[in-house]
């Protein structure tokens, strides 16, 4: 497909929509992990996130008919991933959960490809990460779910208040709520 890395999102999914699969898996591939990690982190829980991950993009191949271009793709995918994970707690009465330890999956873990710091500064690295999981993790939910659109999904303010369906001075307060905890939590490392 000439010109695929160039091609925006949102003409590959109106030529999708349009009939061409290519272009769904050029989608896909672009957005597999990012929406994967989104709901892993939301929900703990990698076989279900693993079975929310299929049903978000089963409703994309079912919701394609319709798609016109309103917003961002990012901003229409992830409010799919976001209506789709808030019918999972509510069919089983959770309350949304977030985790970013390489531990607890090991889709998480840093490639071999990325720089390997000396044992010392790894050690260091190491003990930070865990800090910010930890403060992750204690974010208030809606707080917390405004950060991972922002970190996962690259996502805008306004394209966090489309995804999440809320004003967007209320995604705004979220984020910077959120950020201004981590960075609170944070601050002994500096």
Known sequence: M?????????DLMLRYRDGDAGAFDLLYGRHKGGTYRYLLRQCRDAAAAEELH???WMNLVRARGGYAVQAKFTTWLYRLAHNRLMDHFRKHGQEPLASLD???????????????????????????????VRLIGELPPAQREAFLLQQEGELTVEEIATATGV????????LRYALA??????????
């Open 2 to 10: 000439p010109g695929s890395a160039d091609t925006s999102d949102e």
């Open 54 to 56: 299929q049903d978000v």
């Open 102 to 132: 390489a531990d607890d999956d090991p889709a998480l873990e840093l490639s071999a490809a990325d720089a390997a710091p000396q044992p010392a500064d790894a050690y260091e690295l190491r003990r930070q990460a865990a800090e910010l």
């Open 167 to 174: 004003p967007r001075e209320t995604a705004k307060s979220r």
């Open 181 to 190: 905890r981590l960075r609170e939590g944070m601050s002994k490392w500096r």
